[in-house]
């Protein structure tokens, strides 16, 4: 199993918790999605992750990866 580990700086709520999570979840591979709003962390689990596909799962949550 792979981890990749974005920092997310903009997510500040419950709603950027669920939209990133949604979005993430949906990106094949995934396994498993921790959002901390605390640290601005967003830690995706899964096997045959592509960095490509899980930014523009972010993108598309409205949020940007770094």
């Not at 709603?15 to 990106?27: D, I, K, Y």
């Not at 967003?42 to 096997?47: A, D, K, N, Y």
């Amino acid at each position: 199993m792979t981890e990749i580990t974005y920092t997310v700086t903009d997510m500040s709520c419950g709603h950027c918790t669920v939209a990133v999570s949604s979005e993430l979840s949906q990106v094949e591979g995934v396994e498993s999605v921790e959002v901390d709003l605390e640290t601005k962390l967003v830690t995706v689990r899964g096997h045959d992750l592509r960095d490509a596909a899980l930014r523009a799962a972010i993108e598309e949550a409205g949020y940007e990866a770094a």
